[in-house]
C-alpha cells in the first residue's frame, strides 16, 4: 500500500512535470511561431563538423534548404588549424590528410581551395617518453604484410562504405587486432597502421573490424600515391568558406533544447545567442557522435536509445607547443610491449610543423582524461626531449600554444553487440522519425570516406518512394 502509494504520487508528480513541461513549451512555440524566430527549411542539420558542414553544402547545391546547428562558435569539428600570431603561418592541429579522390578534390576544388601531397613520415625516432631512453628500433620489409593484411582486407568488400556487416558478422571481425595481427604477421607494418589510426585508441585491444574501417583500401591506395593536404596547410578554410556561402544558415553557438519528430516533419528548438528559435522542417539529418549525453534535449524513443546507449568512446586530443630544441619526429615507443606500441593514456608522438620552433602532439587515451592531466605529461615528456637534445644541458621555455580536446573521438559498440547486429539497427535508424544521420559512428575517422558515405544518405533523405 505505501509502496502504491509512492509510486502514484511519483507517478503524479512526473505526469505534473510533463505536463508542465508541454504547457511551457507550447508556450514557447506560440511565443515564437509569430515572425523572425521561426525558421523553417527543407532540412535541419545537427553538427557543422566534416560531415554537416558537407551535408549543408552538397544539399543547398541540389536545391534544397538548410540550416545547421553547431555548439562551437565555428564549423570544422575535429578540423582545427593554429596560426602563429607573430607570423601569421599556419599549420594544422586536427584533420590533416584527405584521399585523392575526386570527392575530395571536387569539395575543395568547389572552395577554390589548392591542395598538395602529402605522405605519411617513416623516419620518426623511437624513445620511450616516460624516461627519455631510446628504443632500438628496425625497419623491416614491409610487403608481405602489406600483402597479407591487404589480401584479408579483400576478403571483405563490404567494409568499403557504412557498417553493411553480413549476419553472422565473420568471426575474424571480432577477434582482438593483437590477435589478428600475430595470425597474419603484420609486425613489420604495425607502426604505419598504429600512426595512421591514433584515433582509434588502444589498437591492439580494437576488435579487427574497427581496424580494418579505419585502416582499409583507400588508406592502403594513398600509402602507395600519396594523400593530399591543403597547400597552404589551412584545412580550416574549407569550413570559414562554408561558413560564409551558408550565411543565416548556419546557427553557431547554438544548441538544441527540444525536439518532436512524430508528425509530418520535425521541429527542434534551439538555443542561439540571438534567443530561441524554433526551426521546422521536413527532415532532421544528425552529424555529431550520438552519444545519449551529446543527445540531451532530443524525444529518443526506446529504440534509439537502447542503440546509443551501447557506444563507448575513447579520447584523443592535439597540442601545438612552441619550444626549441625538440628532436623533429619522436614516436612515443616501449621496448617492453608488443611491436615497441606505448601504453595509452601517453602521448602518441612528438613532430615538428611547418612553422618553425612549432611542434605537433598528439596525446590518445582509452578513457577521457582531464585537460590538466594530458598538459603536464605532456609538458614533462617534451622537456624531457628536450634534455637529451641539449645534451642534458637543461631544456628551455616550452610554451603550449594550442590546446585541443577531441573527446568523445571514436564511438564504438563491444564486439558481443556488433555479433548482436547492433550495426544493423543502427543502420535500421536511418529515416526513422524522419531522421538521418551520418558522421564518423557511421563510417570511419576519415573526412574523405565521411563525406562518400554521405552522398549514399542524402539521395535517400527527400526520396518518398
Ligand atoms: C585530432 C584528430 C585528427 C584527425 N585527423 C584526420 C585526418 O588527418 N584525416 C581524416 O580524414 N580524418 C582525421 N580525423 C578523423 C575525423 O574524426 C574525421 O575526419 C571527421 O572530422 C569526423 O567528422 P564528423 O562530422 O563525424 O565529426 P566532427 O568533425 O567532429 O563534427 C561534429 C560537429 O558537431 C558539433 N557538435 C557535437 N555535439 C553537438 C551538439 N550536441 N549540438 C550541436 N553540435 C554539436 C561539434 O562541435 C563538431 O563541429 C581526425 C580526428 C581527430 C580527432
Ligand atoms: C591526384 O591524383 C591524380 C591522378 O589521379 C594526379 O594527377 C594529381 O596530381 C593528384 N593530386 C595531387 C595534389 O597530388
Ligand atoms: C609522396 O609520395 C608520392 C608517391 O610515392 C610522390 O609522388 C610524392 O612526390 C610524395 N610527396 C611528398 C611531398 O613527399
Known amino acids: 500500500m505505501a509502496r502504491f502509494f509512492r509510486s502514484s504520487l511519483l507517478l503524479t508528480s512526473f505526469s505534473a512535470v510533463l505536463l508542465a513541461f508541454t504547457s511551457w513549451n507550447t508556450f514557447g512555440v506560440s511565443a515564437l511561431s509569430s515572425g523572425e524566430d521561426v525558421i ?25 534548404s538548410v540550416v545547421v546547428v553547431e555548439k562551437k562558435g565555428r564549423m570544422g569539428g575535429h ?6 600570431p607573430a607570423t601569421g603561418l599556419t599549420t594544422d592541429a586536427g584533420v590533416i590528410v584527405f584521399h585523392n579522390l ?9 572552395f577554390n581551395i589548392p591542395l598538395t601531397t602529402r605522405n605519411v613520415s617513416m623516419n620518426a625516432q623511437y624513445i620511450d617518453l616516460r624516461t627519455g631512453e631510446s628504443v632500438p628500433y628496425t625497419p623491416q620489409d ?3 604484410a602489406f600483402a597479407a593484411y591487404a589480401a584479408q582486407l579483400a576478403k571483405y568488400p ?24 600475430a595470425k597474419y604477421n603484420l609486425g613489420p607494418i604495425m607502426g604505419t597502421i598504429w600512426s595512421i589510426s591514433q584515433g582509434i585508441g588502444d ?10 574501417k579505419v585502416f582499409g583500401k583507400d588508406i592502403l591506395r594513398s600509402i602507395q600515391v600519396g594523400f593530399l593536404t591543403t597547400k597552404n596547410h589551412d584545412n580550416s578554410e574549407l569550413y570559414e568558406k562554408a561558413t560564409a556561402e551558408l550565411g543565416d544558415d548556419v546557427l553557431l553557438n547554438s544548441h538544441v533544447i527540444y525536439t518532436s519528430r512524430e508528425g509530418a516533419g520535425v521541429e527542434v528548438e534551439v538555443e542561439t545567442p540571438l534567443g530561441r528559435k524554433l526551426i521546422r522542417a521536413k527532415k532532421l539529418l544528425i552529424a555529431i ?12 524513443d526506446e529504440t534509439e536509445r537502447e542503440i546509443f546507449e551501447q557506444f563507448s568512446n575513447n579520447a584523443y586530443y592535439t597540442l601545438v607547443l612552441k619550444g626549441s630544441n625538440i628532436p623533429p619526429a619522436v614516436n612515443n615507443a616501449r621496448a617492453d610491449l608488443p611491436y615497441l606500441l606505448p601504453k595509452l593514456p601517453d602521448v602518441y608522438t612528438v613532430e615538428k610543423s611547418e612553422i618553425p620552433n612549432y611542434y605537433h602532439v598528439k596525446y590518445g587515451s582509452p578513457y577521457e582524461v582531464s585537460d590538466e592531466q594530458v598538459k603536464q605529461t605532456v609538458l614533462t615528456e617534451v622537456a624531457r626531449l628536450q634534455d637529451l637534445e641539449s645534451q642534458h644541458k637543461g631544456h628551455d621555455e616550452l610554451e603550449i600554444a594550442f590546446y585541443s580536446n577531441h573527446s568523445p573521438t571514436f564511438l564504438a559498440f563491444s564486439p558481443s553487440a556488433i555479433a548482436d547486429g547492433f550495426y544493423d539497427r543502427l543502420n535500421g535508424l536511418q529515416g526513422h522519425l524522419n531522421t538521418f ?28 518512394r
Request: aromatic letters at 12%; proline letters at 8%; a negative charge.
Open 40 to 64: 523553417e527549411r527543407d532540412l535541419c542539420i545537427i553538427g557543422g563538423g566534416s560531415a554537416g558542414t558537407y551535408s549543408a553544402i552538397r544539399m543547398r547545391d541540389q536545391g534544397k
Open 79 to 84: 578540423t582545427e588549424t593554429f596560426t602563429d
Open 102 to 110: 575526386t570527392i575530395a578534390t571536387d569539395y575543395f576544388a568547389r
Open 142 to 144: 614491409p610487403t608481405e
Open 158 to 181: 563490404f567494409l568499403d562504405t557504412g557498417f553493411n556487416l553480413p549476419d553472422p558478422v565473420p568471426e575474424e571481425l571480432l577477434i582482438p587486432f593483437r590477435d589478428f595481427a
Open 203 to 212: 589498437l591492439l585491444s580494437q576488435p579487427t573490424l574497427y581496424v580494418m
Open 289 to 300: 557522435p550520438p552519444k545519449i549525453e551529446n543527445l540531451q534535449g532530443f524525444d529518443l
Open 437 to 464: 544521420y551520418t558522421g564518423a559512428t557511421f563510417e570511419t575517422l576519415d573526412s574523405t570516406l565521411i563525406w562518400r558515405f554521405t552522398e549514399t544518405i542524402l539521395p535517400r533523405i527527400f526520396d518518398e
